[in-house]
């Protein structure tokens, strides 16, 4: 109950927002991309005991920026199995969207971010969060107004079978300013 009200506040202060419901169920591949303008804002996930496995909610929100055109790539795997994640888009860009896949016999997940570039605008002044869950707990994360999320971090528990993460944060700016 307290998981949609967080998601429901988020959508009303954070708007223009989508919120959308879970893109994936257990064991199964997650994938969100953002429209052209857009970055992924919000990610929450729960995690799972019986699958060992977590399925994510994401969402995007416009740029605090205008004008430009994104250029995005799919980055290759970002991790081995029960290894740490760790990629902040390459020359001042920002995540534009996310896909992981499951393997049941590694209870883990491996990553791939969608790089966005904007014409005429980077990144600047980034900062990585706390971790914003320990093992096996459900979390619920927002990119605070007028930043952009740059890049993630996660470490795997075999103990646990799940990830805690970190996220990249960074204003954007025109690199006329």
Not at 55 to 77: H, Q
Not at 115 to 137: A, K, P, Q, R, W
Not at 159 to 169: G, Q, S
Request: proline letters at 2%; a negative charge; aromatic letters at 14%.
């Amino acid at each position: 109950m307290m998981t949609w009200f967080l998601l429901a506040t988020s959508c009303l202060l954070f708007a223009p927002v989508d919120c959308g419901g879970w893109v994936n169920d257990w064991n199964q591949k997650a994938q969100r991309n953002c429209s052209n303008g857009s970055f992924l804002s919000n990610i929450d996930s729960e995690h799972n005991n019986d699958y060992e496995d977590r399925r994510f909610r994401m969402s995007c929100r416009s740029l605090p920026v205008s004008g430009g055109t994104a250029s995005c790539v799919w980055t290759s795997i970002l991790n081995s199995w029960d290894d740490d994640v760790g990629h902040q888009c390459p020359d001042g860009g920002y995540v534009g969207g996310m896909t992981s896949y499951h393997d049941n016999h590694h209870e883990d997940r491996r990553y791939r971010l969608y790089c966005c570039n904007l014409s005429g605008h980077y990144t600047y002044g980034c900062y990585t969060t706390d971790y914003v869950n320990n093992y096996d707990e459900t979390f619920m994360f927002s990119v605070p107004n007028n930043l952009v999320l740059g890049g993630m971090k996660s470490v795997h528990r075999n103990w646990n079978e799940d990830r805690k993460f970190k996220f990249i944060i960074c204003g954007m700016k025109s690199i006329n300013q």
